[in-house]
């Protein structure tokens, strides 16, 4: 059996989970969110627990028993405590703001780029280090959007210029040797 699924999922105070059939719905202080799942996996809630059991030893089912408690752990995880991302903005004159909800780059364009949350989505911005953090509930989402920001301009290699996330290190390369008379 999965090691992964058939641990419960621990339901903390102030979440109510409310299962109908595969789509199992977790609301929580930081929001709520809905997901279903697939049929072949059978999900019960047992007191202040959910409970992920399989039917079967086929390999598409046991592939599908680990996921799905680890997604609903993430459900579970994200409206009582939440998720998020940080991003670092290196590069002179590079910088971020917000601007009402709004994140606004100026990352060496001609003009500074907008991007627009997402339903579930916030944005921090510590203009003075110049990082940008990310928080929702749906770590998908907010995994998605840190990536969809860094693309806006990914880090490059000889100066290091550009949207990283926190903890990223970016290999760098040594520049052109110079003419040699």
Known sequence: ???????????????????????????????????????EITIRQDAEQLIVERPSDAPSVRALHGLTRALLNNMV????????KQLQVEGVGYRAEKNGNDLMLSVGYSHPVRVPP??????????????????????????????D?????????????????????????????GKVA
Do not use: C, W
Request: proline share 8%; glycine share 14%; charged share 30%.
């Open 1 to 39: 059996m999965s090691r992964i699924g058939r641990s419960p999922v621990n339901i903390p105070g102030g979440v109510q989970v409310a299962i109908d059939g595969a789509t199992v719905r977790v609301k929580g202080p930081k929001g709520e969110l809905t997901r279903t799942f697939r049929p």
């Open 118 to 147: 997402p339903a579930g989505i916030s944005f921090e911005v510590d203009e003075k280090v110049r990082q940008i953090k990310i928080l929702g509930p749906d770590k998908e989402l907010v995994g998605q959007v840190a990536a």
């Open 77 to 84: 995880l994200g409206v009582s405590t939440g998720f998020f």
């Open 149 to 177: 920001i860094r693309k806006v301009r990914p880090p490059e290699p000889y100066k290091g210029k550009g949207i990283r996330y926190l903890d990223e290190h970016v290999r760098r390369k040594a520049g052109k040797a």
